[in-house]
C-alpha cells in the first residue's frame, strides 16, 4: 500500500472516529461485541450511537438487528433515517457491507413514537461464503433487507421475507440475482423456517429477551426452535400460520447454501397475535371474564363427554356439532371482519349452538351413523393436531390429553359392553309409537285427545283463570 495510502487511512479513520464522537457526545454511545446482546434505552428526540470495533478481516457483512417487546424501534446507517437506509419496528435490523480494510461500523438508534423504549441490540458477523440475508431484496424499501415482515389477525399469522443472495469478497460486485437459474446462482440457496413458542401466559418484556436470544444465530436456531418448513428458491417467500391470541411466538429463517455448506440467520420477528396498546384486541382480552366463561363451559362438557359421551349420545352429538361448526365460524368471521373479540366469540357460540342442533337433529330424523361418526372424527383430528403442533414441548399438557384419552375409552368401554353400539333410530321409535296408539284401542294413550285440543284447553283454563269473578245475583235496596 505504501506509506501514502497508510497515511490516508489513518486520516480517514480519525475524521470517521471524531464523527462518532461528536455523535456520542450528543446522544448515548452503545459499544457492541459480536453475538454479545446489549440492553439500551431509546428516546425519540436524542439518537443513540451503536459502535462494532475491531472487525476482523475475513468478515464481509455484519447483520445488525434491535428488538422491543411492542414498541417501534428506528435503525439506520445516517442520523437522519430515510426510508432507502432505515428500519422500524418491534424487529428490524440492517445489513452492514464491509468495504477493503473496514474494521468498524456505526448504526444510529432511537425510539419511533415513544418517549422511552427499552430494546435489545445486537450483531453476527458472516464471511464471503455465507449467504446474505435479503440480499436480492426486489420487494421493500432497504437494497438488503433481512428483515421478516410480519403481520397478524384472530385466524392467521403472516410472514414474508426478501431472498437472499450468494456471498462474495470484500470490494467486489455482488453477484446478479437474476443471472439464470443455475446452480452457480442465488437459486440454489434454501429456506428452512422455524417457529418457537415463548412460554404460556407469560407476556412480560423479560421473557421475551431471554427467548429471542435462542432464535438469533443459526445454531441456537436449530436447538431450540421447531422447523416447520424447507422452501427452496422457487417458493414464494409468502407464509401463513396460525395465530394463538395471548401466546408470543417468534420466527426466524435459515438459509443455506448447499454448495459451500454454510448458512446465515435473518433478523427474528416475534408477535402474541394481540396488542398491548389498543382497545380492541389487547392481549389481556384472552383473560377476559368472557373468555374464561366460555372455555369453562366447554372444559365441562369436554370432561362429561370423555367419560359418558356415548351413554348420552344425543349430548355428544351437540358437542360435537358445536365444536365442529363453531371452530371454522371462528375462523371465517375473524378473517373476513374487523369485529371485537367479543362480538365475536359470542357469535361463535351462537353458530355452535345451531351447529350442535342441526347435527342432533339430523340423527333423531335419519339416524345415519357415518355421517355423524365422520363429525366425531373430524373433531377428534383437530384435537390430535392441536395437541400435536401447538404444544409439542409441553410434555406435562401433552400427558394430560394421553390420559384423558385412556381413561375415557377404558370408562366408556367397561359401561358400554353390555349396550348396543349405537342406540336405536330416534325417528323409527316415535313412528312406531304413534302408529301403536292409532291402532291400539285399549291403550289409554290412545284416548288423549290431539295436541291442538290439548293447547286450547290449556289456554282455556289460563283465560278463566285471569277472568273476573262475576256476581252470583242482582242486589238492590230493600223497599221500605
Known amino acids: ?17 471524531t464523527g462518532a464522537a461528536e455523535d456520542a457526545a450528543a446522544g448515548r454511545l452503545l459499544e457492541l461485541s459480536l453475538g ?13 450511537l451503536a459502535v462494532l470495533r475491531n472487525i476482523a478481516s475475513n468478515v464481509t457483512v455484519v447483520v445488525f438487528q434491535i428488538h422491543t417487546q411492542y414498541r417501534n424501534a428506528v435503525v439506520s446507517f445516517e442520523k437522519k433515517p430515510l426510508a432507502n437506509n432505515s428500519g422500524a419496528g418491534a424487529d428490524t435490523g440492517l445489513v452492514s457491507i464491509l468495504r477493503p480494510q473496514q474494521t468498524v461500523c456505526t448504526w444510529y438508534l432511537q425510539a419511533e413514537d415513544a418517549d422511552q423504549v427499552l430494546s435489545t441490540a445486537v450483531s453476527f458477523p458472516y464471511t464471503e461464503k455465507d449467504p446474505i440475508p435479503g440480499g436480492c431484496n426486489l420487494e421493500f424499501n432497504l437494497d438488503v433487507d433481512p428483515n421478516i415482515y410480519l403481520e397478524y389477525n384472530l385466524a392467521t399469522t403472516h410472514i414474508r421475507f426478501a431472498p437472499a443472495n450468494l456471498g462474495y469478497t470484500r470490494g467486489t460486485i455482488p453477484p446478479f440475482c437474476d443471472s439464470g437459474t443455475s446452480q452457480e ?30 432464535m438469533s444465530e443459526v445454531q441456537s436456531i436449530q436447538a431450540h426452535g421447531i422447523k416447520m418448513m424447507t422452501l427452496t428458491s422457487q417458493d414464494k417467500t409468502d407464509l401463513y400460520f396460525s395465530s394463538l391470541s395471548g401466546q408470543g411466538v417468534i420466527y426466524n429463517i435459515i438459509v ?7 448458512s446465515a440467520a435473518y ?46 349420545w344425543k349430548t355428544d352429538l351437540f358437542f360435537m356439532g358445536f365444536v365442529f361448526v363453531a371452530c371454522f365460524f371462528f375462523i371465517a368471521v375473524s378473517k373476513t371482519t374487523g369485529l371485537s373479540y367479543d362480538v365475536i366469540l359470542g357469535l361463535t357460540a351462537v353458530a355452535g349452538i345451531v351447529g350442535g342442533l342441526l347435527l342432533v337433529a339430523y340423527w333423531w330424523r335419519f339416524g345415519f351413523v357415518p355421517l355423524c361418526m365422520l363429525v366425531v372424527g373430524l373433531v377428534l383430528g383437530f384435537l390430535v393436531a392441536s395437541a400435536t403442533f401447538f404444544t409439542p414441548l409441553d410434555f406435562i399438557l401433552l400427558a394430560v390429553w394421553a390420559m384423558l384419552a385412556i381413561g375415557g375409552i377404558t370408562v366408556q368401554l367397561r359401561r358400554e359392553r353390555r349396550e348396543p353400539q349405537f342406540p336405536p333410530h330416534p325417528y323409527r321409535l316415535w313412528k312406531r309409537e304413534r302408529d301403536r296408539r292409532i291402532t291400539n284401542i285399549l291403550d289409554p294413550s290412545h284416548h288423549v285427545p290431539p295436541l291442538r285440543e290439548r293447547i286450547h284447553s290449556t289456554l282455556s283454563q289460563l283465560k278463566d283463570y285471569f277472568r273476573k269473578e262475576q256476581p252470583a245475583g242482582e242486589r238492590t235496596p230493600l223497599l221500605l
Open 1 to 17: 500500500m505504501g506509506l501514502p495510502g497508510l497515511l490516508l487511512l489513518v486520516f480517514l479513520g480519525g475524521l470517521c472516529w
Open 36 to 48: 454479545k446482546f446489549e440492553t439500551v434505552l431509546l428516546n425519540k428526540t436524542t439518537p443513540a
Open 185 to 214: 446462482s442465488r437459486w440454489r440457496l434454501s429456506y428452512e423456517v422455524y417457529q418457537y413458542f415463548l412460554p404460556e401466559n407469560d407476556l412480560s418484556e423479560a421473557a421475551l429477551v431471554s427467548h429471542v436470544r435462542k
Open 256 to 262: 443455506r447454501d448447499p454448495l459451500w455448506n454454510t
Open 267 to 312: 433478523v427474528p420477528a416475534h408477535t402474541y397475535a394481540c396488542s398491548f396498546t389498543a382497545v380492541e384486541g389487547h392481549c389481556q382480552a384472552s383473560r377476559a371474564l368472557s373468555s374464561k366463561i366460555f372455555f369453562t363451559i366447554l372444559a365441562v362438557l369436554g370432561l362429561f363427554i370423555c367419560f359418558l359421551g356415548h351413554r348420552f
